[in-house]
């Protein structure tokens, strides 16, 4: 775990995590609930990414994301955490569902593929990676 979400993310948020590398991601029933957590410790969404992550390989649909703009001049840190939040919620809103992604992932990726012939559901393996900044990082810091 990263010092940064140590100091900031409350515990019941950082225990529904799934570590990804060094990634934390949460499922899609819980991904309002951090966002809103993030906002209220005073963390910006910078944005994120789909994956799947299996115990023998991690698949990441990149082109999926929910990438929020960066803070504009003069932008007082609050305003720039409430409208993060606003931009990746619209943006997460509009995703496909959890069907439409493992039907993309099956598509995209051989290991997926394979997998999706054994009696694992992929839809237990899919994540969604969150980025955040807090007020002490440099912008362009990933925590």
């Not at 993310?9 to 570590?19: C, D, M, N, Y």
């Not at 995703?95 to 394979?114: A, M």
Request: some cysteine.
């Amino acid at each position: 775990m990263t010092e940064t979400k140590e100091k900031y993310l409350p515990t019941e948020i950082l225990q529904k995590a799934i570590v990804s590398g060094r990634e934390y991601g949460w499922k899609r029933t819980d991904f309002r609930l951090v966002i809103d957590k993030a906002i209220e410790v005073g963390l910006t969404i910078i944005g994120g990414q789909v994956q799947f992550k299996l115990p023998d390989g991690t698949c990441e649909l990149y082109w999926q994301k929910y990438d929020t703009a960066e803070r504009k001049p003069g932008e007082n840190w609050d305003d720039y955490c409430q409208r993060t939040k606003r931009e990746c919620l619209r943006q997460f809103e509009k995703f496909p569902t959890d069907s439409e992604l493992v039907k993309e992932g099956i598509e995209c990726f051989d290991f997926l593929k394979e997998k999706s012939k054994t009696e694992l559901n992929l839809k237990d393996y899919l994540i969604f990676i969150l980025y955040f900044n807090d007020s002490e990082s440099s912008l362009n810091d990933r925590v």
